[in-house]
């Protein structure tokens, strides 16, 4: 009898084995933050420059910044005045297989260094230019390493292209959910229609055009969209700025991000003095075109010298922010949130959020009191009578000032031997690159550099080195001489 008793319980242990297996992975799963998320967030927060901790820092709070593609598809099909682009960009034609494969590198490095999700940008020269089955397969790579992508575009295409980048030939969705930003001002030459528009209301009908295409793309096939609109500033266009938002603001775009010009790229299609471009000038105008003003360090991304950024929501045609800057209760909250749900992925599947928040409440029951005052606190703000009259849509509005080429090459140099710059304006660049969010991934050293980086310094060289491994028909490769010229 002793001798049967292990054999008789066997199966009973080895369902209760699996049982605990089970919950085990349920438990890991369940957790409201991946333990390499929190690793990835404070070394993030470490790098953070003394002056950009701020309490409403979201770099290694609840992000690690953005992350974007570089070389992978440089040529584009307009002539844009100014283009960060260096000037060789455009003698590198592009090729499906090239693509994917430098995509799949650079993120699966930016997997290893900055975590498990992320969000990263498929941008280079003109993503349309690339065939809608390549388009898809980058997104496709993209998204298997974590990342949410968004597509970045001039927005000069059909809805025959949307339709086989987001369908197969089978006529299944793809994605259930896509990313784009599109960029549409008068900077740009080549648009079909709008060759060279002078003031930026011409174009408004091309981005009444490019919202509709995703538009019936959810009729037709049920997928959604996230839509932002790009805008480069310049001295000729900037006060033009509140008349395309309030022009735009219900077209479909759940973003408005204006790039005030910087000098850097193609140095042939600097046209203006970009220097006299003020940033809280611009900012003015912003405010002036969403018809209220947009507190952008309530939630900061890097440095505010780089970046602004208001979140919100507009109920009728007023916008409200996400947060009062002004309520302490609200700025508590947003402390309470870093604490407690900082770092949680919010695009989890439903039901694993779900469990995740759960356990959020368990253990800090008080979460759910302080999000429920905020959100009382919103719809009062909002007017409960425009929220029976309107549906809120979310809005954001956006910032990014470049710096100037010749800057970030003095600071970069510096930073790279680990010297600070005695020149205030070098030093500001320094601090800038230190805290950068926006990141550009090179498998061949490990290393994620800063955006600015990229375009101001490793750009030329690297389309050099493409225009000859993947020279366009009809050009010549740049070669160069012995004694350095090109």
Known sequence: MIADGPAAGTPALGLLGAVAGRLREWE?????????????????WAELPERSRTPGQTIGRHAVGCEGT?????RCNFSCQPCYHSAEANRVRVDG?????????????????????????LIGGEVSLLDPDDHAKALAVMRSFGRNPMSMTHGDFDYDYLRRVCVDPDGR?????????????????GRAGARRPGQESELHGHRQAFCDMFARLHDEYGIRSYLAHNMTITPANVEQIPEVIGACRHMGFKMFSFQPAAYVGNAVRWKDDYQSLDPDAVWALIEKGA???LPWDVLQVGDTRCNRT???FYVGDRWHSLLDDTDPRDLAARDRFFRHLGGVHFNAPPKLLAARLARVAATHPSTLATGLGWLARAARRAGLAQL?????????????????????????????????????????TQERLAACSYAMAHPESGRLVPACVQHSILDPEENRQLSQLLPLPGLRPFRERQDGSL
Do not use: C, N
């Not at 890991?28 to 993030?44: C, M, S």
């Not at 793809?174 to 740009?188: C, I, L, N, P, Q």
């Not at 956006?398 to 070098?426: T, Y």
């Open 173 to 189: 969705p793809r994605f259930g959910y896509v990313s784009f930003a599109a960029h549409f001002d008068t900077t740009m030459i």
């Open 388 to 428: 029976a009259r309107h549906h809120p849509e979310p809005m954001t509005f956006v910032m990014h000032r470049f710096m100037h080429a010749d800057d970030v090459a003095v600071a970069w140099e510096l930073m790279e031997k680990g010297e600070r710059s005695g020149d205030p304006k070098i030093i500001e």
């Open 70 to 74: 570089h070389g992978v598809f440089p």
């Open 291 to 293: 018809g209220s003003r």
């Open 97 to 121: 297989a090239h693509t994917i494969a430098q995509v799949r590198d650079q993120m699966a490095l930016t997997r290893k260094l900055r975590g498990p999700h992320g969000h990263a940008q």
């Open 28 to 44: 890991r799963l369940t957790r409201p933050v991946d333990p390499e998320t929190r690793q990835v967030y404070a070394r993030r």
């Open 310 to 312: 208001a979140w919100g």
